[in-house]
């Protein structure tokens, strides 16, 4: 796995690499982003296994909306949300994402 900050706009909100290999490690689910077969934005909750390396895998039926989209445009973002602390006062919420 390749962990790569460089992108991130807000630089003091920063993950540690080993505390996101945490949250890959204890989550229980992640949000599967990608496009569907007919060109449409489509995301779905999945429950996931990371190898500790450099693969995250999900099950599902062996046919289907996903694999049909998958099959077609298979670049995905896959995104682990964990500690999440609402802070209604603020208007806002805090949470660390992978």
């Known amino acids: 796995m390749i962990f790569n900050n460089d992108g991130v706009r807000r630089r003091d909100r920063l993950m ?11 989550s229980e689910y992640g949000i599967l982003s990608m496009i569907d077969d007919k ?28 694999l049909d989209g998958l099959a077609k445009y298979p670049n995905v973002s896959f995104c682990i949300v964990g500690n999440v602390n609402l802070l209604p006062s603020k208007f806002t919420t805090e949470y660390e994402s992978v």
């Open 39 to 66: 060109g449409l934005p489509y995301g779905i909750p999945l429950n996931y296994v990371w190898d500790g390396d450099s693969s995250i895998y999900i099950h599902c039926a062996p046919e289907g909306h996903k």
């Open 16 to 26: 540690e690499e080993n505390r996101a290999v945490e949250l890959l490690q204890n």
